[in-house]
Structures are given as structure tokens and as C-alpha cells.
């Protein structure tokens, strides 16, 4: 489906037919123009029109900047509408030409309309003045506004898009690899420790426990094996379907790139910092990964397995407090690890960006106090694309969840999110960073909110019970049967 999606884009791609909209916007541009100083150089539009096209002369008539458009327009559309073509040369001749022809005409036309004694066909007033210099003006910069449109948004978006067609058409063809059905294949450690930064001015930073940290989640993500069916482990599903096999592959190419981004300490610039959320965003970009790579970093007021239960077990109730998801669902559940989920997103602040779909297969492991959630982006029949939102697709995205500092009451977050919004036509990257950055801080800030109304609805239970493992039973019972919003971090994305 990516694939044929990729194909009718490469077809005629929306960034060309807007080229394409553009070189003809020029042509009757100055076409409308051009009109409305013939009406204005003489009382008879008859006279006037005889003057422009049966007596031209490059000192009074304008009729040539319209047959310099057409010329320009048709040789674009043939070029680049009908045999589509990936080259910028002839953009740059019918520039460089219109921009001689405009240079020599300035030099040669009479603006001043000092010859109308010996010349009817010159004004015999200057009322008509705005309209020349407009249509000189407007000859100028449009040319160089298709320019920059071919070179720096058709070929450099189509060129993207093939690359991503040939990617794609190389893993479909390449020999899946499978792992041995006998032995679990070990999943590869990292040169580098993995490290969890917390944000400056908060507590973890001044504990120095980072490298505590490094250690703990270095040493469990080597002990991550292929794709489980069962908590402890095991090799993958002998009864699982093709389709299902391709699932559980693709999660652990998640895993795995989820762990090369946690790997790379440098190259992370900071986008957003909120010192009362003890929550910094930062991003990377990362060689083979499409876009940009935005780490969410916070604490969160809750044991990690209670954050757990929140995200993973919980995420089809996002909805119901999460304000930027509309729909969350898990389409199928392949094993006790791993599924299939699909979200729908509302759009950002202020609807800069619209709401997105999107489809994952979601893949979560622990090993000792540490969690650790990874996904991306699959096609499932259930859900295919419709008309109705535009589908989003995410790269590795994931999270990280372990206790902060020893203190089993609350959690070190680290939330890694890749997505690919699908534009239709170029965006600045500046308005998907606002987006993206707003819409993971609020996700923050009402995870941060909805886990503390758990935690005070807890110990508002505990005290009926009679001794201290009845009130820890309570607890998790009285958790696991509040039915208020179950948060997910799933707005651009499914984690």
C-alpha cells in the first residue's frame, strides 16, 4: 500500500502540479493585466487593441510581455506537464530569456509617453502608468518564482520519494530474515551506553544518577531476545500466520532502531524546555531515517508499572482524556507483547496541522525495573487508508519508563517520536516542530495531571483497609478498575 502510495505521488507529484498551476497563473496574469492598460491608454478599445498588436513597436505597445508569458507557460507545460521532465535547465533558459527580454524592454519602451505628437498610438496622458510598471514588475518576479519552485521543491520532494520508493521496493524483495525458530537470536548491545538525561534544575540532574541509570538500561537491553510470546521469552510463534510473522518483524526493527537513537548522546538540540514539567523536548536528525527525531524527557508521579498499565494495557481509553487523540484501538493482538494499533490525532494548535490516522504495530518488553515500548508504522486491513483523514506514518518511536532515583512512587520518561505527517505540498519545518513540540508537551502535562488524580484516588481507598497488604491489594484493584482516562502518547503516532 506505501509502496502504491509512493508510485501515484511520483506519477505527478502535488508539488509539480502546483509548479504547473504557477507557470499558468503567469501567463494570465499578464494576459489580465495587459487588458486593463488597453483600456486605459484610449477611449476606443478597437483603437487601442490596433495599436498594440497590428502597430507594435517596442516603444509603445505592452503586447509583447503576454506573448512572452504564453511562450514562457508552453514550454514549462510541455516540459514538465506533458513529458515530465526531472531536469531544471529548461526552467532556467526560459528565465534567463524572459529576464533579457524584460532588461532590454525597460531600456527601449517609453514610459514618459513623449512621442503621442508623431504617434497616435502613445497616450496622450499618464493614467495608465501603474498598470506598465506592474506588468514590468510582475514580468520579473514570477519567472524566478517558478525557478525556486522547480529547483528547490519538485525535483529535491521527487527525488525524496523515489529514494523512498527504492527503499521500500528493496525490502519487499529482499529475502525476509527470519529468526531460527530453534534458538532466539540476542539482540545487539550498543558500543555506547544508553543514557537518560534529565532536564536542568531538576532532581535527577543534581543526584548524578544518570550514569545509574546508562548502567541499568545497558544491561537490560542486552538481555533483550527476539520477539517473545511469554514475559520471560521465547522464540517466535511457530502457529503464527505469514502476516503475523511479518508484524513481528517489524517490531523488531523497531526495537532495534529504538535502540540506535537512544544510543547517540550527541547532535540533540533542544527545542522546548518547561522547567515546571521538568520536561525538556530535544531533536536529532539520524542517517536512513526519514525526518526528524523528537526525545521527550520528564518524571512522572507514578510507579513505572502503573505508567505501564496507563500506556500499554489501557490505550484504547486515550480518548476519553487525552485531548489530542480522537480514536484509539487495538485492531489485533499478535502475542502477550505485541499488537496492532490504530489512533486517530486531532490537528495542532491553532489547526496549522490537521488531524492524521495512523497504524502501528506496538511491541513492549521488561527486564528487571526497566520498561521499554517500541513501534512503527504497518498497514492492516481493517484500517486502510479513507478519505476522511489523512494517514500519517511513524518511524521508530517508543518509550522508556524506570523508577526515578530507587523511589518505586515514581518514573523516569523518555519518549522518542519519528512521524511523518504526509504533507500534500512543502510545509516549513518550523510549523511541524511547533506542532509537534506543542502537541508532546500537552501530551506531557496531561499525563503528568491524570497520574497524580490516579494517585490521589488511590490513597483515598487505602485508608479502609485493614492492614498493609490488604490496602497494596486495594490499590492495584481500585487502579486497574478506574475506568477515567487512560492516557497513550499516541497523538502523532502510536507508541
Not at 116 to 124: E, G, I, Q, S, Y
Not at 382 to 408: A, H, Q
Request: proline share 6%.
Amino acid at each position: 500500500m506505501r509502496a502504491q502510495q509512493l508510485q501515484r505521488e511520483l506519477a505527478f507529484s502535488t508539488v509539480r502540479r502546483l509548479f504547473c498551476l504557477v507557470a499558468t497563473f503567469d501567463f494570465l496574469m499578464i494576459t489580465v493585466l495587459w487588458f486593463i492598460y488597453v483600456n486605459l491608454t484610449n477611449s476606443n478599445v478597437t483603437a487601442s487593441l490596433t495599436c498594440e498588436v497590428l502597430k507594435y513597436t517596442v516603444r509603445t505597445s505592452l503586447f509583447d510581455f503576454p506573448v512572452v508569458a504564453a511562450f514562457r507557460c508552453v514550454i514549462l507545460l510541455l516540459a514538465y506537464a506533458l513529458f515530465r521532465s526531472k531536469r531544471w535547465w529548461t526552467v532556467a533558459l526560459t528565465t534567463s530569456l524572459s529576464c533579457i527580454f524584460l532588461i532590454t524592454k525597460v531600456f527601449l519602451y517609453d514610459f514618459e509617453y513623449k512621442h503621442h505628437d508623431d504617434n497616435p498610438c502613445v497616450p496622450l496622458d499618464s493614467k495608465a502608468h501603474p498598470v506598465d510598471f506592474l506588468i514590468a514588475i510582475v514580468s520579473f518576479i514570477i519567472p524566478w518564482i517558478e525557478t525556486w519552485i522547480l529547483d528547490f521543491q519538485v525535483i529535491s520532494r521527487e527525488m525524496k520519494l523515489q529514494r523512498d520508493l527504492s527503499n521500500l521496493e528493496r525490502q519487499q524483495n529482499a529475502p525476509a530474515e527470519r529468526p531460527s525458530l530453534l534458538q532466539p537470536e540476542p539482540f545487539p548491545a550498543n558500543t555506547e551506553p544508553i543514557r537518560f538525561y534529565s532536564p536542568e534544575g531538576s532532581q535527577a540532574s543534581e543526584t548524578g544518577s544518570d550514569s545509574d541509570y546508562s548502567e541499568s538500561l545497558r544491561s537490560h537491553a542486552s538481555e533483550f531476545q527476539s520477539l517473545p510470546n511469554s514475559r520471560q521469552g521465547s522464540s517466535v510463534n511457530l502457529a503464527a500466520s505469514i502476516e503475523e510473522q511479518e508484524y513481528l518483524q517489524k517490531a523488531k526493527e523497531s526495537l532495534r532502531l529504538l535502540d540506535r537513537i537512544l544510543a547517540k548522546q550527541d547532535g540533540w538540540h533542544d527545542e522546548v524546555k518547561k522547567p515546571e514539567l521538568n520536561a525538556i523536548i530535544r531533536s536529532n536528525k539520524f542517517d536512513n531515517i526519514k525526518g526528524k527525531i523528537y526525545k521527550l524527557e520528564t518524571q512522572l508521579p507514578s510507579p513505572p508499572e502503573q505508567v505501564v498499565d496507563v500506556l500499554w494495557d489501557k490505550v484504547e481509553n486515550a480518548p476519553s482524556w487525552n485531548p489530542t487523540v480522537l480514536e484509539s484501538e487495538v485492531l489485533q493482538q499478535i502475542d502477550d507483547h505485541t499488537d496492532i494499533l490504530y489512533n486517530v490525532s486531532t490537528g495542532g494548535p491553532g489547526n496549522i496541522v490537521a488531524g492524521r490516522d495512523f497504524v502501528a504495530v506496538r511491541n513492549y518488553w521488561q527486564r528487571g525495573d526497566v520498561h521499554v515500548c517500541s513501534s512503527i508504522a504497518v498497514e492492516h486491513p481493517k484500517k486502510p487508508p479513507c478519505s476522511k483523514y489523512v494517514r500519517g506514518f511513524n518511524g521508530p518511536t517508543g518509550w522508556v519508563i524506570e523508577s526515578l532515583n530507587g523511589d518505586p512512587s515514581q518514573s523516569r520518561f523518555l519518549w522518542i517520536l519519528n512521524t511523518d505527517l504526509n504533507f500534500k505540498v512543502w510545509t516549513p519545518q518550523a510549523i511541524i516542530d511547533t506542532a509537534l513540540c506543542h502537541v508532546l508537551m500537552d501530551i506531557c502535562t496531561s499525563l503528568q495531571k491524570y497520574l497524580r488524580e490516579l494517585h490521589h484516588e488511590i490513597r483515598a481507598v487505602r485508608p479502609e483497609c485493614v492492614n498493609q497488604r490488604d490496602a497494596e491489594k486495594v490499590s492495584i484493584s481500585s487502579y486497574e478498575d478506574l475506568e477515567e482516562h487512560s492516557p497513550s502518547l499516541d497523538s502523532f503516532g502510536s507508541v
